[in-house]
């Protein structure tokens, strides 16, 4: 990584955080956001959440990928694709993406300093761009798993620039192992993308093969609300079920460099000081 602009700034990217991030393809800042800011999220998530249920019935596309259900959904005036729990007929929302054009709050978020400034010294650039978002539902007692994974192997499909796509985690709830916290393999980033599950369905190969890791280097983001995971798109990760009666919701928002194109969207949406493009 080049050196992180601006060292000054309060929320910039720490040397033990480089460190980190070489070493272990992660980091975490606990309760990096205020109670106002997370209160703000939670609402909005609940608010999209509810637009999205609305949405659904009149949804023009909707298919099933391995039993994964998913539905092209307008909420707010924006394209989002919604993806729904696994129990059959479920119509609960399991994940939005993109999250950030359905409400203010997540609009904000994004240009929010506690994430861009870290982000800028992660990518090694003085800008920064947002390339995807999403906010995922983890809904007491019916949150279901989310399978070892890395995210580079399905977005290698899409552009050459895997390598400068972190990610960031904001805990909207308490999370802890009951209600399914997010895990990371420590170290799994080192070889880039790893071979996935041949023959395992259509989704198969987007997830990592249990041989090529080692599932005792799991690190579990037992953090309180308002807390940050910063994540190599490189790194194995994946979490639990939630078999608790607490929601636990999460959004993520994956940065690459200042004006290049968003994964879903034909759109330039910098972010932070080089906000300019939307």
């Known amino acids: 990584m080049a050196a992180s602009p601006s060292q000054d700034e309060p929320y910039a990217l720490t040397e033990d955080e480089r460190v980190a991030w070489t070493r272990d393809g992660f980091f975490v800042r606990e309760g990096a956001?205020?109670?106002?800011?997370?209160?703000?999220?939670?609402?909005?998530?609940?608010?999209?959440?509810r637009a999205a249920e609305l949405a659904l019935p009149e949804a023009q596309e909707q298919y099933a990928i391995d039993g994964n259900e998913y539905v092209e959904a307008t909420i707010a005036g924006h394209e989002a694709t919604v993806q729904l729990e696994h129990a059959p007929e479920s119509r609960t929302v399991r994940v939005i993406e993109p999250m950030h054009p359905l409400d203010a709050a997540f609009e904000d978020l994004v240009d929010d300093p506690r994430l861009t400034a870290p982000m800028r010294g992660i990518i090694g650039t003085e800008g920064v761009a947002i390339f995807t978002d999403k906010m995922n539902l983890k809904r007491p007692r019916e949150g279901s798993r989310f399978q070892w994974h890395q995210d580079s192997p399905y977005w290698t499909h899409f552009c050459d620039h895997t390598d400068q796509l972190p990610n960031v985690m904001v805990a909207l709830d308490e999370a802890?192992?009951?209600?399914?916290?997010?895990?990371?393999?420590?170290?799994?980033?080192?070889?880039g993308p790893l071979p996935g599950r041949e023959g395992d369905g259509v989704l198969g190969p987007l997830f990592t093969h249990p041989d090529h890791?080692?599932?005792?280097?799991?690190?579990l983001a037992a953090v309180p609300a308002g807390s940050l995971v910063f994540f190599s798109p490189h790194t194995v990760h994946g979490s639990l079920p939630n078999l608790s009666d607490e929601p636990r919701r999460a959004l993520v928002l994956t940065y690459q460099p200042a004006?290049?194109?968003?994964?879903?969207?034909d759109r330039v949406r910098n972010a932070g000081t080089s906000a300019g493009v939307r």
């Open 176 to 191: 802890h192992e009951g209600n399914g916290c997010f895990r990371v393999i420590r170290g799994s980033h080192t070889r």
């Open 33 to 49: 956001l205020d109670d106002t800011t997370t209160q703000r999220l939670r609402a909005a998530a609940e608010a999209v959440a």
């Open 213 to 219: 890791f080692d599932e005792r280097n799991q690190f």
């Open 259 to 265: 004006g290049l194109r968003m994964f879903k969207v």
